[in-house]
């Protein structure tokens, strides 16, 4: 994600979209100065270029996390111009916009690798009674046209989880996937199945809980990730010993580890159905990546 900030106002999107894709997210962060006049008013102004708004919902401090629909402003001798005006409470504090957008492709060429538009130009306004309006925040979302490939890190989900703009609960399990999938990978294959079970499950709750808040930001930067899972588990550190070999040593399993067993059918068995979990956990996210725009 890229934050583009001004006084007052913090614009957050993905600044790259995959060839082909025509639609996106972005989050506008805006509150009015302290110092303003209490009669003046303040309006968030959005003017699209070549996108369309699709939907746009609101945070506020007391939506207790909670999206709410927003019906825009329009005025008649600006119909292509969305206004929403500010709550000027003192306890209002920065409002929180999001807002989904679709391009219509001018042309079949339309979106290939190199492109750049502007999307939209945003401005916070004051309305001075009796006056101009005065400009007192301006930026631009835009989006770049890219080559698909698969990523590597989740920096930037990283970035967005700790970025105070999610609910606590989707943030608190993004954490959790980062902190699990900086790990190395275990020395044996047995422990190594647990370990990229662990880090999928992870990833089945951020999706979950980015589908619950609609937030899409969350869903596309998952979906561009690529874990390097599987037997070669590319581009991965290693580490020993593993837990089943702490075990032969005489340690105490892990509470954790319920694939693990003493006999060796038992253990068989339960190898092919944590084998059987594992790829399934890969299967949903090749199928997140596949219906999510903006994915790998």
């Not at 639609?23 to 962060?29: D, F, K, L, R, T």
């Not at 708004?53 to 945070?59: A, L, V």
């Not at 770049?144 to 606590?168: D, F, K």
């Amino acid at each position: 994600m890229r934050d583009a900030e001004s006084s007052g106002l913090t614009l957050r999107f993905a600044p790259e979209v995959r060839a082909g894709v025509f639609e996106g997210h972005a989050v506008i962060v805006a509150g009015a100065p302290a110092d303003l006049d209490p009669a003046s008013g303040v309006v968030l102004r959005l003017r699209p270029f070549c996108a369309r708004i699709t939907s746009m919902r609101r945070r506020t401090a007391s939506s207790d996390d909670r999206l709410e629909d927003v019906t825009p402003l329009v005025q008649t001798d600006q119909p292509r111009v969305i206004h929403c005006p500010l709550d000027m409470r003192p306890a209002a504090g920065v409002l929180e916009y999001h807002l989904s957008w679709a391009i219509d492709p001018e042309n079949a060429g339309f979106g290939a690798d190199g492109e750049e538009r502007a999307l939209f130009e945003v401005r916070l306004l004051a309305q001075h009674p009796g006056g101009e309006d005065q400009v007192l925040a301006a930026g631009h979302i835009s989006a770049a046209w890219v080559a698909p490939h698969p990523v590597r890190s989740l920096g930037q989900l990283a970035h967005l989880g700790t970025s105070g703009c999610l609910p606590p609960s989707l943030a608190d399990a993004i954490g959790d996937l980062i902190r699990t999938n900086e790990g190395s990978v275990p020395g044996c294959g047995h422990c190594a199945m647990c370990w990229e079970l662990e880090v999928l499950t992870h990833a089945d709750r951020v999706r979950e809980l980015a589908e619950h808040h609609n937030e899409t930001a969350v869903s596309v930067l998952l979906a561009q990730w690529d874990p390097s899972t599987g037997p070669d588990y590319l581009d991965r550190s290693r580490h020993r010993p593993c837990r089943c070999q702490r075990l032969r040593l005489g340690a105490r399993p892990e509470a954790r580890d319920t694939w693990w067993a003493e006999d060796l059918p038992t253990r068989e068995r339960l190898d092919a159905q944590l084998r059987q979990h594992v790829t399934a956990a890969r299967l949903r996210h090749l199928a997140h990546q596949r219906r999510t725009p903006g994915g790998t």
